[in-house]
């Protein structure tokens, strides 16, 4: 199966991270995607997510946030090598 991109653009959007999948709900509806199934994830700035799940999601599938508008603002990820 082709891995596609998630576009998570609404701000009310609640992520709920699992081992194998990404839960997603919104006042509209709920459902659950498999990592294997994303290619790469773009989430809109407003989507309130601790720092904790995004770098969990990052680890495991590239993570992009977006503005309003869908233009991509900033890449979540792991630092490599980090001198201190």
Partial sequence: ??????????PKTRLTLHTDYL???NPINRYAVAFRHI???YL???IRVEIGTCYAICRRVPLWIIDQDGYIIAR??????AAV
């Fill in 76 to 81: 979540v990820a792991e630092v490599k090598d």
């Fill in 23 to 25: 839960e997603i709900s």
């Fill in 44 to 46: 809109n700035k407003a």
């Fill in 1 to 10: 199966m082709k891995k596609r991109q998630l576009i998570l653009r609404n």
């Fill in 39 to 41: 290619g790469a994830i």
